[in-house]
């Protein structure tokens, strides 16, 4: 994987150089789209390589260019584009058709979840349609990350992403999964609390507790995130309990819902696109 990212870092540097010395009326849309590919690389997220090379092999500007050194660029990032999927490939595990059949059902289901939450009519909904929708994406995400390729995944994310991503991505979202489906008795988001008596009415040193005794008093995390209908960043702030008793821990205090909600399925979707080779509608 090593390889591959050095190969990608090349790539985004290419890139740069060539979105440096082009210049057409219709420029700025096509930054967007490159722009959008670049954070999907540095999110690893392979899909952004077809992005590039569809935004450049179906322009007309690089198709008609007769600038020499544009031609020459746009040939080394082609050329990188096939080499990073031919590596990427021989890693690739065969998939069968049975997981063939489980992940396009996980994924289209959680693509529709992701889609309605980004809609302004999902926020008016009632709170607890909003949790049942939040616990089938949570448990669509736990289930797909079965799947063998996803393990070297977060390894990747420890290395390459901002510190905390990885633990973020992984057990901060088991164990939010985990309340849902081990205490299902809440309405709404809001509701739902924990303490060390109820996480282990039945027994001890399960992965709600593990992750409490881990992270209890950690520093809080702050991320941000752009959402495509807003101009700025929205930021939200992940908060890890002080103490692990009996006093209640209410989710809301970890993350709160609507922007803690976002933010959670960009970050799935972040670690489920690097599986993804192609989109068909």
């Not at 040939?75 to 990073?84: R, V, Y």
């Not at 489980?102 to 008016?124: A, C, G, M």
């Not at 909904?125 to 079965?146: D, G, V």
Request: proline content about 3%; charged content about 30%; overall charge neutral.
């Amino acid at each position: 994987m090593d390889i591959i990212q050095e190969k990608v870092n090349l790539l985004i540097s290419l890139i740069d150089n060539l979105w440096e010395n082009i210049d057409f009326p219709n420029k700025n849309q096509l930054i967007q789209e490159i722009n959008k590919a670049k954070f999907c690389l540095k999110s690893h997220d392979l899909i952004g390589i077809d992005i590039i090379k569809f935004s450049i092999e179906k322009n007309t500007y690089f198709q008609n260019n007769t600038n020499e050194y544009i031609n020459k660029i746009k040939i080394q990032i082609l050329e990188l584009i096939s080499e990073i999927k031919q590596d990427y490939q021989k890693d690739e595990i065969p998939i069968t058709k049975a997981e063939e059949l489980f992940l396009n059902l996980s994924y289209n289901k959680f693509f529709d979840i992701l889609s309605e939450v980004y809609k302004k009519h999902f926020w008016e909904k009632e709170p607890h349609y909003r949790l049942n929708k939040m616990s089938q994406a949570f448990s669509i995400y736990n289930e797909i990350l079965n799947y063998e390729s996803f393990r070297g995944v977060f390894k990747w994310l420890e290395k390459y992403r901002p510190p905390m991503e990885a633990e973020i991505s992984g057990s901060l979202f088991k164990f939010i999964r985990n309340i849902l489906i081990h205490f299902p008795f809440f309405d709404s988001w809001n509701e739902i609390w924990i303490n060390k008596e109820l996480v282990n009415w039945n027994r001890p040193n399960q992965s709600i507790d593990k992750f409490l005794k881990k992270y209890c008093g950690k520093h809080e995390v702050e991320y941000r995130f752009k959402e495509n209908q807003q101009s700025g960043f929205t930021y939200v702030k992940i908060k890890f309990p002080k103490k692990y008793d009996n006093e209640k821990i209410y989710l809301k205090d970890i993350i709160c819902e609507e922007e803690g909600i976002k933010f959670i399925l960009i970050m799935m979707l972040r670690v489920l696109n690097t599986q993804i080779i192609s989109i068909k509608d």
